[in-house]
Antibody, heavy 118, light 106 residues
């Protein structure tokens, strides 16, 4: 069974940092791009970042460029999102998702909540 | 900036057909996929590559695309189909989501 399990969400002050993790199982992690997608309270889905199989390519939505860093550890089947200089507008549930052909996100985790507030 | 436009809400009676549209320039050249999200749950892929259905998704879910518009159709809509639906495509190095459509079955 394919599973993606996020962790690391928390309450953090504006300007603070947080590192999210996503543990993957049930498939060959190194064969897939993976992605972070977020959803602010009561709002729609927003793509945040993608990372290629071996981590050589990374892409970000403009609003997080220079503040967030996506990375992966294929030996540990894990995906990460380092979030710095957090803002109130980064408050959201963050999902990790496996990316299949044509940018299809075919499996999603349960999400982890990040709240940025003083 | 990239944009996919969906109607905020669609209503349908049980047993009838619901159609949700998604419009955007990127759909002229790229496939669309659709996700269903029920309250408090993660999104679930229901249609990919415009019209393909993942295993486990009921046959009443179908997709199509023409020009700059993709359409999700739910035939014989059931109460359990009440959810938010999001379309998604991509452009150069970026995934793009529509704003979402709340499907109400009443």
């Amino acid at each position: 069974e394919i599973q993606l399990v996020e962790s690391g969400g928390d309450l953090v002050q504006p300007g603070g940092s947080l590192r999210l993790s996503c543990a993957a199982s049930g498939f060959t992690f190194s064969n897939y791009w993976v992605s972070w997608v977020r959803q602010a309270p009561g709002k729609g889905l927003e793509w945040v970042a993608n990372i290629e199989y071996d981590g050589s390519q990374k892409h970000y939505v403009d609003s997080v460029k220079g503040r967030f860093t996506i990375s992966r550890d294929n030996a540990k089947n894990s995906l990460f999102l380092q979030m710095n200089s957090l803002r109130a507008e980064d408050t959201a549930v963050y999902y990790c998702a496996r990316v299949n052909d044509y940018e299809t996100r075919d499996y999603w985790g349960q999400g982890t909540l990040v709240t940025v507030s003083s | 900036s990239y944009e996919l436009t969906q109607p905020p809400s669609v209503s349908v009676s049980p047993g009838q057909t619901a159609s949700i549209t998604c419009s955007g320039n990127e759909l002229e050249e790229n496939y669309a996929c659709w996700y269903q999200q029920k309250p408090g749950q993660s999104p679930v892929l229901v249609i990919y590559q415009d019209d393909k259905r993942p295993s486990g998704i009921p046959e009443r879910f179908s997709g199509s695309s023409s020009g700059n518009t993709a359409t999700l159709t739910i035939s014989g809509t059931q109460a359990m189909d009440e959810a938010d639906y999001y379309c998604q495509t991509w452009d150069t190095n970026a995934a793009i989501f529509g704003g979402g459509t709340k499907l109400t079955v009443l």
